[in-house]
């Protein structure tokens, strides 16, 4: 059971390039989630998708695209990428259970560098 | 608006406890996480507590929740190295597909 998966672990770009990062999940999740970490700022939500089928703005969506392909995958998308976009990216998924709760499950994350 | 705020740093000695503090501001918040993040990997939840409870106790692990002051806690008793990691605390955000984080807490176990 291989849980989330993102690909590529590591990536290089030059500013204005535009790269997609996946990730796939195994879990029949409903949720999946894409977040950014940054060196003390701990994680902001990008975007995030319910059901399959809808997609919704986080905290921190400008300069982002996503598409949820399926109920396993969802992709996000750097058009024009940004020194700014240099980043860990994490996706997560989970699976909402009555009265609120919310397990969330990461990948191991997605380091890009945006030079 | 919501927020959640942890301190930086925390180092302790192996073998002692550790506690890691963590205030919420969003007093609606159902569930309130602990994830744990070792180095180069995703986050791993490690506990969590329903708003109605004031303590819970896993193994190793106790958290302790005053609502009133809006101020969680995550108490590892007997830390270990393999302890050494950050540490986040999470709040159910307006809608309950979101999660708000803390920045984290990086504790260090000094053998």
């Known amino acids: 059971n291989a849980g989330v998966t993102q690909t590529p672990k590591f990536q290089v770009l030059k500013t204005g390039q535009s790269m997609t990062l996946q990730c796939a999940q195994d879990m029949n999740h409903n949720s999946m989630y894409w977040y950014r970490q940054d060196p003390g700022m701990g994680l902001r939500l990008i975007y995030y998708?319910?059901?399959?089928?809808?997609?919704d703005k986080g905290e921190v969506p400008n300069g982002y695209n996503v598409s949820r392909l399926n109920k396993r995958e969802f992709s996000l998308r750097l058009e024009s990428a940004a020194p700014s976009q240099t980043s860990v990216y994490f996706c997560?998924?989970?699976?909402?259970?009555?009265?609120?709760?919310?397990?969330?499950?990461f990948g191991a994350g997605t380091r890009l560098s945006v030079l | 608006g919501e927020d959640v705020e942890q301190s930086l740093f925390l180092s302790v000695r192996e073998g002692d406890s550790s506690v890691i503090n963590c205030t919420y501001t969003?007093?609606?918040?159902?569930?309130l996480y602990w994830y744990k993040q070792e180095p180069g990997a995703g986050l791993q939840l490690l506990t969590y507590?329903?708003?109605?409870?004031d303590m819970k106790q896993d193994q190793r692990l106790t958290v302790l929740l005053n609502k009133k002051d809006k101020h969680l806690s995550l108490r590892i008793a007997d830390t270990q190295t393999g302890d050494s990691a950050i540490y986040f605390c999470?709040?159910?955000?307006?809608?309950?597909?979101?999660?708000?984080f803390g920045s984290g807490t990086r504790l260090l176990v000094r053998p």
């Open positions: 507590i329903f708003s109605n409870m």
């Open positions: 998708s319910a059901s399959e089928g809808t997609t």
């Open positions: 969003d007093s609606s918040s159902t569930y």
């Open positions: 999470a709040e159910t955000g307006d809608s309950s597909y979101k999660l708000i």
């Open positions: 997560a998924s989970s699976f909402q259970l009555a009265g609120g709760k919310n397990i969330q499950y």
